[in-house]
């Protein structure tokens, strides 16, 4: 039964319609992006307080399908209106999430429509239930493939060629595909009979169709743990070995497992509680060891050189748009630029921590370039104690002529992938 809500002076109005306070939590979850610039994920607990159990896995449903698809939705509503609604307008809110409701979620038009009306006030209200009504008897669609926003796709059209834009809208317009990377690799067989799939690299199953994670046999015994298939490159790339590895950015720690499912004694560093407190879970669910430290990179720095170090520098994330489609408006030139200056600072201070002839793995879950490719060649061009180390050629993407590894939208023809750039280099 739902909460009677208080007015100013204490006084209660009737308690809302069933499903209000859900798309109450939408929108919140909406203007925290597209006004504030925050992650869906950071934004959820504030804007969901007050809905609970699926409602707010429904609340997270609607936002981010929203946001995979806003530049049709927009062009919708645009074309149903005699002058353009101010972006931010609740007006505006309200139609872009009853849209997506009737046109994406399935949800009955009546309920998409009852549900965000009494979000809106005065006359915008008559102009939704108008709006929504044109459209619906219409019979307007969304395009079956999402445009991305103008200023993403003038981007990556710059950088990679108006191919992979094309596979990045294929690509946000569904959730991806589980991957799952295995403890002991060796139990393969044994594994992809157990949960079907199929492996494209040695412990690796790719599921379409499964039960939720935490239910799915083998989670709780922790023989495995959720990963993209890009995202085990990294590590991948140092192999097996006996010394020690660093882990730097480590949390939640998917990379901290396989290093130490490879024998490497590892060090997993990370400076945030919350985060920290995910890796030790995963670590104590998989039986795996690791040291874990919390600590900030420009600051704290290992006893003496390791044998091989992993970055995986905190970047724009807009690699992993299709998990977090948020990434597609939030990220802006100007804080790609700062996330440069970081990456720089942090690699110079990691680069100081490898022993002769030891490994430095850079990554980042990024598609810009300056995160990437132009990273790199600002640090060969200051270090020339360090060499590119060619990827093997039997990973499960394409390695780059130039020897590091460049993960694009659509690579992988089944399911998918992650963007990543991911860089093996040796120190002389």
């Known amino acids: 039964m739902n909460a009677p809500h208080q007015t100013p002076r204490g006084q209660t109005h009737a308690p809302e319609p069933l499903g209000v306070p859900t798309r109450r939590a939408a929108i919140k979850l909406l203007d925290a992006v597209l006004r504030r610039g925050e992650s869906l994920e950071a934004a ?59 046109l994406v979620l399935g949800t009955p038009q009546h309920a998409a429509i009852a549900t ?98 935490p239910e799915m046999a083998g989670y709780a015994e922790g023989a495995w743990w959720v990963q993209d298939i890009a995202a085990s490159i990294p590590a991948r790339l140092i192999g097996t070995g006996e010394g020690t590895a660093l882990d730097l950015c480590a949390a939640p720690g998917g990379k901290t497992m396989q290093l130490a499912a490879a024998g490497w004694q590892t060090i997993a560093v990370d400076n945030s509680q919350g985060r920290i407190k995910r890796l030790r879970e995963n670590l104590f669910r998989t039986r795996l060891k690791a040291e874990v430290v919390r600590g900030d990179v420009l600051l704290w720095s290992p006893d003496e050189p390791v044998d091989a170090v992993l970055l995986d520098a905190p970047c724009s994330a807009t690699g992993i748009f299709r998990r977090h489609p948020d990434v597609l408006h939030r990220v802006r030139p100007s804080l790609v630029a700062e996330l440069v200056e970081l990456q720089t600072r942090l690699l110079a201070r990691a680069a100081d921590w490898v022993k002769p ?12 370039p300056d995160e990437g490719e132009r990273q790199l060649e600002r640090f060969l061009a200051a270090r020339s104690d360090y060499t590119l180390v060619p990827a093997p050629a039997d990973l499960p993407v394409p390695v780059d002529p130039r020897g590091y590894v460049r993960t694009l939208p659509g690579m992988i023809a089944d399911g998918g992938n992650d963007g990543f750039f991911v860089a093996k280099l040796v120190r002389a």
């Open 44 to 102: 959820l607990p504030a804007a969901t307080r007050m809905v609970h159990g699926p409602d707010r896995g429904l609340a997270h449903a609607i936002a981010a399908e929203t946001l995979r698809r806003l530049p049709d939705l927009d062009a919708l509503i645009d074309g149903a209106t005699e002058r353009a609604l101010p972006d931010d307008a609740k007006a505006r809110m309200a139609l872009r999430i009853a849209l997506v409701q009737a």
């Open 116 to 213: 965000v009306l009494p979000l809106v006030d005065g006359g915008p209200r008559k102009l939704v239930h108008g709006v929504f009504g044109t459209l619906m008897r219409s019979g307007k669609l969304l395009p079956e493939t999402p445009h991305l926003p103008a200023t993403v796709e003038l981007r990556w059209q710059k950088a990679w060629g108006e191919a992979m834009v094309e596979a990045a809208e294929v690509a946000v317009a569904a959730p991806p595909p589980l991957d799952i990377t295995l403890a002991d690799p060796g139990r393969i067989d044994e594994w992809r009979e157990r949960l079907g799939g199929v492996s494209l690299a040695p412990g690796h199953l790719r599921l379409h169709d499964h039960a939720p994670v």
């Open 357 to 368: 002839g030891g490994c430095l793995v850079y990554a980042t879950c990024s598609l810009e």
